[in-house]
């Protein structure tokens, strides 16, 4: 779990990278619950998008957008 300590201390562009790499890792878990109807860790997905939420607070504090 990443904290938003941990977060501010990152540059914009290593902040938008993360970002992308959570939203991957979401849509991959997300697609393995649809195709085998079963998940072995559900907490997963849920720990992502808080931590993809604390990086896009961070982006926002710091005045930057998403868009690359």
Not at 18 to 46: C, G, W
């Amino acid at each position: 779990m990443l904290k938003a300590s941990e977060l501010k201390d990152q540059s914009v562009e290593e902040l938008r990278a993360i970002y992308h790499d959570l939203s991957k890792d979401i849509f991959q878990l997300k697609n393995e619950a649809r195709m085998t109807r079963k998940m072995e860790t559900p907490h997963l997905v849920r720990d992502k998008k808080r931590d993809r939420a604390r990086v896009l607070t961070v982006l926002r504090q710091k005045g930057a957008s998403l868009t690359i």
